[in-house]
């Protein structure tokens, strides 16, 4: 299903409306707060999953399978129970939880590719639903360990990156801050434009958030709960490159293991790339997990 927007305004009062109820549309996206701004229209919810029905819609998300590798990751996408499970309930949920979990399986993939000894899930809406402008969301809690690569991002029906990427949170596990970035054709890989969120003092990464854009036909801005941190405009990108922003994207979630990203910032080489020993230890222990309470995405019906 590609839903294909006219441009709508949220603004950062969005946070605050809907990081609680389903039902009720972004604060600066309904009501009085859309007709007040000219050109302006009501934003709909256009997807939701709460998972709350214990096992994964697949009405909505794919599974990525085994033949799926980039950014010299460690791991091999399973569709698995193990790596990708739910909760009823956790501790500052409010409802049922998705866990994307890591595990160590010694020989996943030995191959002339490359050898991986962990397993791990990776979910998308291609297919089932994608949009163009809008505003996607999700409340997400993370581990804290050194070296785990989890994501939650959009990408366009094409191939990368001329058809655009843009992430809405990726974590390393230095816990203080999350990174954002977009790539687009002549800005991709190292050459993307990228920004770092740093939490308030006495919050991070372990706690609920709610990690948001707000998609525009000329510009993206980037939350973390109400705080607006980050905005890329057309004219910034067309500077580098072509804006790749004006088609449908899917959604994505995936919970990687090492790799390049880790590698950059933590510069660990043994006992893998980006993965030092005591992750290791703590995936075999079963700890390392991303959670997410829901994902939702407002915008413009057809």
């Known amino acids: 299903m590609i839903r294909t927007l006219a441009a709508i305004t949220l603004g950062a009062a969005v946070l605050a409306g809907c990081s609680t109820s389903p039902a009720t549309p972004p604060a600066s996206a309904s009501g009085d707060a859309a007709t007040t701004a000219p050109g302006t229209r009501a934003a709909a919810l256009l997807f939701e999953d709460g998972f709350d029905e214990g096992a994964l819609d ?16 460690l791991q091999v996408y399973v569709d698995e129970p193990g790596v990708i499970s739910f909760r009823d309930t956790m501790e500052g949920a409010e409802g049922g939880v998705l866990v ?8 996943a993939e030995d191959s002339d ?8 899930g990776r979910i998308n809406s291609k297919g089932h639903f994608d949009f163009a402008y809008g505003r996607a969301e999700a409340r997400i809690r993370m581990t804290d360990h050194v070296g785990v690569w989890p994501a939650w991002w959009l ?16 974590y390393v596990g230095e816990k203080d801050w999350i990174g954002v970035a977009v790539h687009g054709p002549g800005y991709s890989g190292e050459e993307a434009p990228v920004k770092r969120y740093y939490f308030p003092e006495g919050e991070d990464v372990t ?22 941190y980050w905005t890329v405009t057309k004219p910034e990108i067309e500077q580098l490159g072509r804006w790749s922003y004006d088609n449908p994207k899917y959604l994505i979630l995936n919970f990687a ?11 660990i080489t043994e006992p893998y790339y ?7 230890e703590a995936i075999q222990r079963g700890e390392p997990a991303m959670y997410v309470d ?3 995405v407002w915008g413009e019906e057809d």
């Open 100 to 107: 994307l979990k890591p595990e160590w399986r010694e020989g």
């Open 274 to 280: 980006g993965l030092p020993q005591a992750t290791v």
């Open 294 to 296: 829901w994902v939702r």
């Open 207 to 228: 706690g609920w958030h709610v990690y948001a854009v707000e998609w525009e036909p000329t510009e993206i801005r980037f939350y973390v709960d109400d705080a607006h």
């Open 113 to 120: 590719r490359r050898k991986a000894d962990f397993v791990s």
């Open 58 to 73: 697949r009405s909505k998300w794919n599974v990525e399978g085994p033949d799926f590798w980039v950014n010299d990751e």
């Open 257 to 267: 293991v090492g790799g390049v990203y880790p590698w950059k910032v933590n510069a």
């Open 155 to 170: 990408l366009g029906n094409g191939r990368w990156p001329d058809t655009g990427e843009i992430d809405i949170l990726e």
